[in-house]
């Protein structure tokens, strides 16, 4: 799975290739915080 951040929402892909997105979560409203500032890991949380 790949995840693309926009600014009003996530997009998500089968392969990073892909080139139209499977779905797409709505972030309008939403605080995204990142708990590891470890880059490696590269987690957030909704």
Do not use: A
């Not at 089968?14 to 709505?26: E, F, L, Q, T, V």
């Amino acid at each position: 799975m790949w995840v693309v951040l926009l600014e009003d929402g996530i997009e998500f892909y089968k392969k990073k290739s892909d080139n139209s997105p499977k779905g797409m979560i709505p972030l309008k409203g939403s605080t995204l915080t990142s708990p590891c500032q470890d880059f490696g890991k590269r987690m957030f949380v909704l």
